[in-house]
């Protein structure tokens, strides 16, 4: 794994253990890097990603922390100092993302949305952060939505959060530089394995100029293209999604 690009290299991915946090944290791991996989309730999900990652060559361990609470964050970190006594990449991924019209919203489902989806990714920047200034690089890569970006009406509560995490980007940018980069990655309507086609699918083919869902695949190139090929690129918003957001 020498010549890989992130040979040497040490990633934590929340929610790494399904879904897109998973092909993120293998398309790292095939990049050479070692790779914390954190979860909050998926542990054999994650423990499952655990065991495909060192297949590949590398290191990897799990670790549960409910990012909402920043103290279960601190020690998470804490944790990755004593494996490896260092962090190069921080990808928050982890998310909740539910429909509630603005007159169902409860203060418990706010609470949720913003705590996971923009506390969480804070908080976990900060941690990551503190190691990294030690070697005076690193990069972090926040997983926001589409929604962040445009209004939906039934997903007040979640647009509000990824909206939120993409002004934290750009203000983080600002914070951390010159030695550590800070960038968002958008995902659109994304098609996971074993879901069906049907009306959602339908619509989006008909809104977005590309016709087509994308892949979780997809998302994990545009993170492995700001940690490997964007040295001169932070503070950005990458939306991946198929052309839905041009106004």
């Avoid at 542990?43 to 990012?67: M, Q, Y």
């Avoid at 940690?227 to 198929?242: F, L, P, W």
Wanted: charged share 20%.
């Amino acid at each position: 794994m020498s010549d890989s690009p992130l040979h040497g290299q040490v990633a934590l991915v929340t929610g790494g253990g399904r879904r897109m946090g998973r092909v993120i944290a293998l398309t790292l791991a095939r990049a050479g890097a070692n790779v914390v996989v954190n979860y909050h309730q998926s542990r054999a999900k994650a423990l499952e990603t655990v065991r495909e990652i060192r297949a590949l060559g590398v290191d990897s361990l799990a670790i549960r922390a409910d990012v909402a609470k920043p103290p279960q964050i601190r020690a998470m970190f804490r944790a990755v100092e004593k494996e490896f006594a260092r962090l190069d990449i921080l990808v928050n991924n982890a998310g909740v993302f539910f429909e509630r019209k603005w007159h169902e919203l409860s203060e418990k489902d706010w609470d949720r949305v913003l705590g996971i989806n923009l506390k969480g990714p804070f908080f976990c920047a900060q941690a990551a952060a503190r190691l990294m200034m030690r070697q005076k690089s690193g990069t972090i890569i926040n997983i926001s939505s589409l929604g962040g970006l445009e209004a939906w009406p039934s997903y007040t509560h979640y647009c509000a959060s990824k909206a939120g995490l993409i002004m934290a980007t750009r203000c983080l940018a600002k914070a951390l530089a010159p030695h550590i980069r800070v960038n968002s990655v958008a995902p659109g309507s994304i098609l996971f394995p074993g879901e069906e086609r049907g009306p959602w699918t339908e619509n989006v083919l008909k809104t977005t100029p590309l016709q087509k869902a994308g892949r979780p695949e997809d998302i994990a190139a545009a993170v492995l293209f700001l940690v490997t090929h964007a040295d001169y690129i932070t503070g950005q918003v990458i939306a991946v999604d198929g052309g839905k957001s041009i106004p």
